[in-house]
T-cell receptor
Framework: EAQVTQNPRYLITVTGKKLTVTCSQN?????MSWYRQDPGLGLRQIYY???????DKGDVPEGYKVSRKEKRNFPLILESPSPNQTSLYFC???????????????FGPGTRLTVL | GQNIDQPTEMTATEGAIVQINCTYQ??????LFWYQQHAGEAPTFLSY??LDGLEEKGRFSSFLSRSKGYSYLLLKELQMKDSASYLC????????????WGLGTSLAVNP
């Protein structure tokens, strides 16, 4: 089944404890992206990757890191989480690195992160 | 700047028709997406318009006017399961090749 998977789905952690949220897609998509979604602020892009070893900042990259060593995986790393990073996180992938045309984004199920 | 506006909330009755509007101001416009998002779940793709006009897909239709910076999503024969948030997103061409997202319209379908 074509899908985007994220792990963990739920995580409660404490300030300063490094964590990684994994994202994997099995559709051979070039473009992958991380979003956070907060009430009243909508979906905001954190980082994106147009292909292997090509990553760039989105709108809210501070406090986050990513890597794209393989096409299918795009982990999100929080080196020192803080309470303002409490949010719902979505990974998404799309076939084309151009994000033009009808290339819809396929979203993972989401990771609800709470930082105490 | 780049901006998308859509109503925050709407209410409709089961079996009725509802229209959710979206206005946008972007540079290098490359099409308009609509996504549906049920509470606590991931957004799922509904439609994409890049040319002016109406595109129909079952109970859902989407319209675009590029000259007016305006789109709407039309939902017919509403069902309770259509209660969700509807997100409008504009594709912006350029180096970033990103989507500009609206905040979503929360639709409540009542019996």
């Amino acid at each position: 089944e074509a899908q985007v998977t994220q792990n963990p789905r739920y995580l409660i952690t404490v300030t300063g404890k490094k964590l990684t949220v994994t994202c994997s897609q099995n559709m051979n998509h070039e473009y992958m992206s991380w979003y956070r979604q907060d009430p009243g602020l909508g979906l905001r892009q954190i980082y994106y990757s147009m292909n292997v070893e090509v990553t760039d900042k989105g709108d809210v990259p501070e406090g986050y890191k990513v890597s794209r060593k393989e096409k299918r995986n795009f982990p999100l790393i929080l080196e020192s989480p803080s309470p303002n990073q409490t949010s719902l996180y979505f990974c998404a992938s799309t076939p084309s690195s151009e994000l033009a045309g009808r290339d819809e984004q396929f979203f993972g199920p989401g990771t609800r992160l709470t930082v105490l | 700047g780049q901006n998308i506006d859509q109503p925050t909330e709407m209410t409709a009755t089961e079996g009725a028709i509802v229209q959710i509007n979206c206005t946008y101001q972007t540079s290098g416009f490359n099409g308009l997406f609509w996504y549906q998002q049920h509470a606590g779940e991931a957004p799922t793709f509904l439609s994409y318009n890049v040319l002016d006009g109406l595109e129909e897909k079952g109970r859902f239709s989407s319209f675009l006017s590029r000259s007016k910076g305006y789109s709407y999503l039309l939902l017919k024969e509403l069902q309770m399961k259509d209660s969700a948030s509807y997100l409008c997103a504009a594709a912006v061409a350029g180096n970033n090749r990103k989507l500009i997202w609206g905040l979503g319209t929360s639709l409540a379908v009542n019996p």
